[in-house]
């Protein structure tokens, strides 16, 4: 099964990360700005964790959730090394996936 991760741990990407994995989904991962959310997140899904950085996020994951604000959108994906075939999909409905090209 695809191991799924979220980078941003507010509203949006909390509520997807509990729904998939009620869903029989495997959410393996998440991190925020506040590490607080992040932990808080990760003890609502069984055998998900916190990780300190978004890179370690992408690193155990082979799909990865950008569920931040738009305006650092662009920002994370530039800064990550990402995978050969992991898939990055970012929530925001004002933007197109142009911003993850970075």
């Known amino acids: 099964m695809l191991k799924i991760g ?10 997807m990360a509990i729904r998939f994995a009620e869903n029989g989904y495997k959410v393996v991962a998440v991190s925020s700005r506040t590490p607080v959310g992040a932990e808080k997140l990760a003890k609502a899904i069984q055998g998900c964790q916190s990780v300190e950085t978004n890179q370690l996020v992408a690193d155990m994951c082979d799909i990865v959730f950008i569920t931040t604000p738009d305006a650092v959108i662009p920002q994370i ?8 075939g992991q898939s990055v999909i970012h929530c925001s409905g004002a933007d197109s996936s142009k911003v993850l090209q970075p």
């Open 77 to 84: 994906a530039s800064e990550l090394q990402w995978h050969q």
């Open 6 to 15: 979220i980078i941003g741990a507010g509203i949006v990407g909390s509520a």
